[in-house]
């Protein structure tokens, strides 16, 4: 579990680094958001300001709006609600509950399988919510809560996702998770962001089927920089040259 956790770790941290490289390439990225259809708002539920019962009503409101927005079933919100209420019962610290909620689903998620990005959460969750800060709570919930992290290193739920939103043809997905397959037997992948291998595998195997797709193109649909995406191609191409 130590090095599940540790790979966990290094996971996060390169999806941060990830966020970094983003920012640095757009000079006009903010965290800011506004208030445009009434769930957004810029008041905020503190741990500390309430009773429990009344932060638990709060998170599972978040969570279900989440939910319906983006399409999420599959039990992963019920999940998110659950470990939202662990959360508080371990946590001692104060927190922003709207935040911890949106950090709940995004690990109940990749616990059920669900493909969903952090900035498909951050895109429409409130302003506290960003990608960045998403992704740290998460890392918290994780190491408080002793969850298994391997469940967020599932490279293959990135791959179908990735290939369908790409309207790639069935080859091209079955050669991008036969390119994993091997890059996991070989031990070389451990600790790499899942959904930048993905989106490198699915670069790969369109190339190699000769389909025309740029980085871009995948860099759209998989919320990954052309930077991880080129890297994470280069490491995979190794493998098979």
């Known amino acids: 579990m130590t090095d599940s956790i540790e790979g966990f770790r290094e996971e996060i941290e390169e999806l941060l680094e990830d966020v970094n490289d983003a920012d640095k390439l757009d000079n006009s990225h903010t965290t ?133 939103e790409l309207e790639l043809e069935p080859n091209i997905r079955k050669t991008a998770h036969e390119l994993i397959e091997n890059a996991e037997e070989k031990n070389v992948i451990s600790g790499k962001a899942p959904t930048a291998l993905a989106a490198g595998a699915v670069y790969w195997a369109a190339k190699k089927e000769g389909v025309k797709i740029t980085q871009n193109d995948v860099a759209k649909v998989s919320d990954v920089s052309t930077i991880s995406i080129r890297s994470r191609y280069q490491d995979l191409a190794e493998l098979n040259n």
């Open 32 to 164: 800011t958001k506004h208030n445009t259809d009434g769930w957004f708002r810029e008041e905020f539920t503190f741990r500390d300001a309430h009773t429990d019962e009344f932060i638990i009503r709060c998170a599972a409101s978040e969570i279900e709006q989440y939910a319906t927005e983006l399409n999420i079933t599959g039990g992963a919100d019920t999940m998110a609600e659950e470990l939202f209420e662990q959360y508080l019962k371990a946590s001692e610290r104060q927190f922003v509950t709207e935040l911890i909620a949106a950090a709940t689903l995004y690990c109940a998620c990749k616990i059920n399988g669900v493909g969903i990005s952090p900035t498909a959460i951050a895109d429409i969750g409130p302003a506290v919510v960003t990608k960045k800060h998403l992704l740290r709570r998460s890392k918290k919930i994780v190491n408080t809560l002793g969850l298994d992290p391997s469940s967020f290193f599932d490279v293959g739920q990135y791959i179908d996702r990735y290939c369908e």
